[in-house]
C-alpha cells in the first residue's frame, strides 16, 4: 500500500471532513481557493482504471471468479466519487447460525476531484477508503468537499441520485470478494442501471460486513467506505419502468439491493 505523505493527509482529512448520516446537506462551505475546482470532474482521472481484481469467489451455480468484468467499451468514466455511508442489517435471533439480513443502506458520494489533485498517484487514492475508515469526521469542521450525490434504498432496491443529473435503480450484476481482509472488508461489486446506461463500481470496500448474529434479535449499523466509479453512455435512465427482468442480473440470495 502505497504511503502518504503528512502534508498530503493533512490535505486529504481537510478535504474529507464528511457529516455522518442521510442528512448530509448537497454543497457544504468550500475555501475560496477551492471554488475554481468543478464540483464534477472525471477527468482528473483520465488515464486511471478502475480497479476489478479480487479474492476469488465461488457463488452457488455459477463459476468461481476473481475478476469483476470491465466497463463497456465505448462507455467512458463520467464520475469518480470517494463514498460513506451506513449498512443496516437485521440479526433474526433464530441461533447463531442465523446470518444477517441486509435491511437498507445510506450512503453519500463525495466528488474525487478535489483529492486527486492533492494525491501523488493514482495508487495512492487507492488506498485512502482503508485509511479513511476508522477517522472520526465528526470532530472536524469546514467540509470543503462536494455531495455529488447519494444512494438508499426504497422497496429493497438500491436508488441512486446524482444531484441535478439523474436518479435511477442500481441493480447487482456480479461481485467478488475484496482482496484484502474479506472478514472485515465488504465485496467489490459491480451494478447496472435498468436500461444499462450506467455501469457502477464499487471497489476498494473499508468495513461494511454483515454483523455476527447470536441469540438476540438486533440491529446493526455497518460503516463503511469505498470508492465508485460511474461510467455512462447516454441516455436519461431515470427511475422508470424497463423490460429487464432483475433475476437476469443476480440472483438475490447471492447479493441483496445494497451496491
Same mark, same amino acid.
Given at each position: 500500500?502505497?504511503?502518504?505523505?503528512?502534508?498530503?493527509?493533512?490535505?486529504?482529512?481537510?478535504?474529507?471532513?464528511?457529516?455522518?448520516?442521510?442528512?448530509?446537506? &448537497?454543497?457544504?462551505? &468550500?475555501?475560496?481557493?477551492?471554488? $475554481?475546482?468543478?464540483?464534477? =470532474?472525471?477527468?482528473?482521472?483520465?488515464?486511471?482504471?478502475?480497479?476489478?481484481?479480487? +479474492?476469488?469467489?465461488?457463488?452457488?451455480?455459477?463459476?468461481?471468479?476473481?475478476?469483476?468484468?470491465?466497463?463497456?467499451?465505448?462507455?467512458?468514466?463520467?464520475?469518480?466519487?470517494?463514498? &460513506?455511508?451506513?449498512?443496516?442489517?437485521?440479526?433474526?435471533? *433464530?441461533?447463531?447460525?442465523?446470518?444477517?439480513?441486509?435491511?437498507?443502506?445510506?450512503?453519500?458520494?463525495?466528488?474525487?476531484?478535489?483529492? !486527486?489533485?492533492?494525491?501523488?498517484?493514482?495508487?495512492?487514492?487507492?488506498?485512502?477508503?482503508?485509511?479513511?475508515?476508522? @477517522?472520526? $469526521?465528526?470532530?472536524?469542521?469546514?467540509?470543503?468537499?462536494?455531495?455529488?450525490?447519494?444512494? /438508499?434504498?426504497? =422497496?429493497?432496491?438500491? !436508488?441512486?441520485?446524482? @444531484?441535478? !443529473?439523474?436518479? @435511477?435503480?442500481?441493480?447487482?450484476?456480479?461481485?467478488?470478494?475484496?482482496?484484502?481482509?474479506?472478514? +472485515?472488508?465488504?465485496?467489490?461489486?459491480?451494478?447496472? +442501471?435498468?436500461?444499462?446506461?450506467?455501469?457502477?463500481?464499487?471497489?476498494?470496500?473499508? /468495513? /461494511?460486513?454483515?454483523?455476527?448474529?447470536? =441469540?438476540?434479535?438486533?440491529?446493526?449499523?455497518?460503516?463503511?467506505?469505498?470508492?465508485?466509479?460511474?461510467?455512462?453512455? *447516454? /441516455?436519461?435512465?431515470?427511475?422508470?419502468? =424497463?423490460?429487464?427482468?432483475?433475476?437476469?442480473?443476480?440472483?438475490?440470495?447471492?447479493?441483496?439491493?445494497?451496491?
Amino acid at each position: 500500500m502505497v504511503a502518504v505523505t503528512p502534508i498530503l493527509w493533512l490535505t486529504t482529512i481537510i478535504l474529507l471532513s464528511f457529516v455522518r448520516g442521510s442528512s448530509s446537506a &448537497r454543497r457544504f462551505d &468550500r475555501r475560496s481557493d477551492l471554488d $475554481y475546482i468543478p464540483p464534477i =470532474n472525471a477527468s482528473a482521472a483520465a488515464g486511471w482504471a478502475v480497479p476489478l481484481q479480487g +479474492s476469488n469467489t465461488c457463488d452457488p451455480h455459477k463459476a468461481c471468479t476473481d475478476s469483476l468484468s470491465p466497463p463497456p467499451s465505448g462507455k467512458p468514466l463520467q464520475y469518480l466519487a470517494i463514498a &460513506r455511508g451506513l449498512y443496516m442489517y437485521l440479526c433474526p435471533g *433464530g441461533g447463531p447460525r442465523e446470518v444477517a439480513k441486509f435491511q437498507s443502506q445510506s450512503t453519500q458520494l463525495y466528488d474525487a476531484a478535489p483529492l !486527486i489533485q492533492n494525491l501523488p498517484n493514482e495508487e495512492a487514492f487507492h488506498a485512502l477508503p482503508a485509511k479513511l475508515h476508522d @477517522f472520526d $469526521y465528526e470532530q472536524l469542521k469546514n467540509s470543503t468537499l462536494e455531495c455529488l450525490g447519494t444512494i /438508499g434504498t426504497v =422497496n429493497d432496491t438500491a !436508488i441512486v441520485t446524482l @444531484f441535478d !443529473i439523474a436518479t @435511477f435503480e442500481a441493480l447487482p450484476y456480479e461481485s467478488v470478494l475484496p482482496p484484502d481482509d474479506p472478514g +472485515s472488508n465488504g465485496r467489490w461489486t459491480h451494478s447496472v +442501471s435498468p436500461k444499462r446506461d450506467w455501469d457502477i463500481y464499487r471497489v476498494e470496500v473499508a /468495513g /461494511g460486513t454483515p454483523p455476527i448474529c447470536d =441469540n438476540t434479535q438486533f440491529m446493526a449499523e455497518e460503516e463503511y467506505t469505498a470508492e465508485y466509479w460511474f461510467f455512462y453512455s *447516454g /441516455g436519461e435512465d431515470l427511475w422508470t419502468p =424497463n423490460n429487464i427482468k432483475r433475476e437476469e442480473l443476480v440472483d438475490p440470495k447471492d447479493m441483496p439491493a445494497f451496491i
